[in-house]
């Protein structure tokens, strides 16, 4: 745990961790939070401008801006999250067993990650879709049957290195089982890198699915979805801007405090980039010289 304490010297971590946090909060009270039912249609206030009642104004249906921005938060942050744990579970699974086991099973996991692997994540998104049709329960679908075989092979690396530790050795040697050995030794050590994974494909997914349902092939109205909201206010985006400034910022401030959370974690897990971060002017290590500003130790 000393290494997360560094997270907490980091600013823009810190804030990006209340932030998240934060939002996280508000999609799951979003009934108690929000001050309109999402879909309640008022064409009296359609366009209406931001007022008492209507902080963020109204849509095009006269709908609360600010109640579907957070109810939004539900499929474009809380969904993907929960997608993202499924798909980091089946990977971690196969990337243990393929990392542990080697040989065969090795070779066999391999081949299917490199068939999955093989084309480009957006081309066999778009052509899940198309088997099996738009809307948001096969984005997410397609999300985990995809991306599951990038977790296995990164995490099959890092089981692979633990694996071959003295300590592991012993364990064998002393007759532990298989399961026992990747739960008490090699699952402590691997979840640094799963941690750094998931967090760095997490604003990833929500920029994905957030594209798909702007283009139409994501969340469908009348759900609220911020890449849903982009889409609906598309064609008065000249006339009114502010209904795709709510949702884009949304998007943006979401998906830059994730990877400034992602990154400090990242850094707390690699001493190399720890020190760097602390001694902005201190060492930088090259081909084992250690070089300071003034000269060379």
Same mark, same amino acid.
């Given at each position: 745990?000393?290494?997360?304490?560094?997270?907490?010297?980091?600013?823009?971590? $810190?804030?990006?961790?209340?932030?998240? @946090?934060?939002?996280?909060?508000?999609?799951?009270?979003a009934p108690l939070i929000a001050p309109h039912a999402p879909g309640e249609v008022r064409m009296d206030l359609r366009f209406a401008g931001p007022s008492p009642d209507y902080l963020l104004g109204n849509d095009h249906l006269g709908r609360c801006v600010l109640s579907r921005l957070i109810y939004g938060i539900r499929p474009s942050v809380l969904w993907v999250m929960a997608a993202l744990i499924l798909t980091v579970g089946i990977g971690a699974f196969f990337g243990f067993i393929a990392g542990?086991?080697?040989?065969?099973?090795? !070779?066999?996991? =391999?081949?299917?990650?490199?068939?999955?692997?093989?084309?480009?994540?957006?081309?066999?998104?778009?052509?899940?879709?198309?088997? +099996?049709?738009?809307?948001? /329960?096969?984005?997410?679908?397609?999300?985990?049957?995809?991306?599951?075989?990038?977790?296995?092979?990164?995490?099959?690396?890092?089981? %692979?290195? $633990?694996? /071959?530790?003295?300590? +592991?050795?012993?364990?064998? @040697?002393?007759?532990?089982?298989?399961?026992?050995? =990747?739960?008490?030794?090699?699952?402590?050590?691997?979840?640094?890198?799963?941690?750094?994974?998931?967090?760095?494909?997490?604003?990833?997914?929500?920029?994905?699915?957030?594209?798909?349902?702007?283009? *139409?092939?994501? $969340?469908? @109205?009348? &759900?609220? /979805?911020?890449? =849903? =909201?982009?889409?609906?206010?598309?064609?008065? %985006?000249?006339?009114?801007?502010?209904?795709?400034?709510?949702?884009?910022?949304?998007?943006?401030? +979401? $998906?830059? @405090?994730? &990877?400034? #959370?992602?990154?400090?974690?990242? !850094?707390?897990?690699?001493?190399? #980039?720890?020190?760097?971060?602390?001694?902005?002017?201190?060492?930088?290590? !090259?081909?084992?010289?250690?070089?300071? *500003?003034?000269? +060379?130790?």
């Amino acid at each position: 745990m000393k290494r997360f304490k560094f997270i907490w010297k980091d600013k823009p971590a $810190v804030l990006s961790l209340f932030f998240i @946090a934060a939002i996280l909060a508000a999609g799951i009270f979003a009934p108690l939070i929000a001050p309109h039912a999402p879909g309640e249609v008022r064409m009296d206030l359609r366009f209406a401008g931001p007022s008492p009642d209507y902080l963020l104004g109204n849509d095009h249906l006269g709908r609360c801006v600010l109640s579907r921005l957070i109810y939004g938060i539900r499929p474009s942050v809380l969904w993907v999250m929960a997608a993202l744990i499924l798909t980091v579970g089946i990977g971690a699974f196969f990337g243990f067993i393929a990392g542990y086991f080697k040989g065969r099973t090795d !070779a066999v996991v =391999m081949r299917i990650c490199d068939v999955m692997l093989s084309f480009p994540g957006y081309v066999m998104i778009l052509a899940v879709i198309g088997i +099996v049709g738009a809307g948001f /329960e096969n984005i997410l679908i397609a999300f985990v049957c995809l991306k599951w075989a990038w977790f296995a092979r990164v995490i099959r690396t890092s089981v %692979m290195q $633990v694996a /071959e530790a003295d300590y +592991v050795k012993f364990s064998k @040697a002393l007759g532990a089982g298989s399961f026992q050995i =990747m739960i008490k030794h090699i699952l402590p050590v691997s979840l640094s890198d799963i941690a750094v994974l998931a967090s760095s494909s997490f604003g990833s997914m929500i920029l994905q699915l957030s594209g798909f349902s702007f283009l *139409g092939l994501g $969340v469908q @109205a009348p &759900n609220a /979805e911020w890449g =849903m =909201m982009l889409n609906e206010a598309r064609e008065v %985006m000249f006339s009114k801007p502010g209904l795709m400034l709510a949702p884009g910022l949304a998007i943006v401030l +979401v $998906v830059s @405090a994730v &990877n400034f #959370l992602s990154d400090a974690l990242q !850094a707390a897990l690699d001493p190399k #980039l720890r020190t760097s971060k602390q001694n902005p002017q201190g060492q930088t290590i !090259a081909s084992g010289t250690a070089i300071q *500003g003034n000269g +060379v130790a």
